[in-house]
């Protein structure tokens, strides 16, 4: 076992073979192993710090795919809006006469005249005079 192993991820493993190790020399000679617990192991600083640099730069690399898959979502997400944005402008563009943009128009020009925050509202055309409608 190398020490990250034994330091992190294969202990339980470690020390279910030492046991079996252990127990099977008693046995030769009589004995009975009930119990064995590897609870420190002790390493140099050097190591440990490596040993700990190196789980960390592993979760950093977990954490950049995962950041990489969310990123990679959003950009399909984008361009299923913009798919259908552009679906959208297509069915207007095509679909649309003068006299719906007409009618679409006056209805969002009523809306902003009854909003509190418009202060005056010009309407008109090229055709009529303009309709000048005031908060007041």
């Given at each position: 076992?190398?020490?990250v192993a034994l330091y992190s991820l294969?202990?339980?493993?470690?020390?279910?073979?030492?046991y079996n190790d252990i127990e099977k020399n008693f046995k030769k000679r009589g004995l009975v192993l009930e119990q064995l617990l590897i609870?420190?192991?002790n390493l140099p600083n050097?190591?440990?710090q490596t040993i700990e640099s190196k789980i960390n730069a592993e979760q950093d690399a977990q954490?950049?795919?995962f950041v990489l898959q969310k990123e990679k979502q959003e950009a399909e997400r984008k361009r299923v809006e913009a798919q259908g944005i552009a679906d959208y402008q297509k069915i207007l563009s095509t679909g649309l006469s003068d006299k719906?943009?007409?009618y679409e128009s006056i209805i969002a020009q009523k809306e902003l005249a009854k909003s509190p925050?418009?202060?005056v509202i010009?309407?008109?055309?090229?055709k009529g005079t303009p309709i000048i409608l005031g908060n007041n």
């Open positions: 076992y190398d020490a294969k202990r339980n493993e470690f020390q279910t073979r030492i609870r420190n192991i050097s190591v440990k954490k950049m795919q719906q943009l007409q925050n418009a202060k010009i309407m008109g055309s090229s």
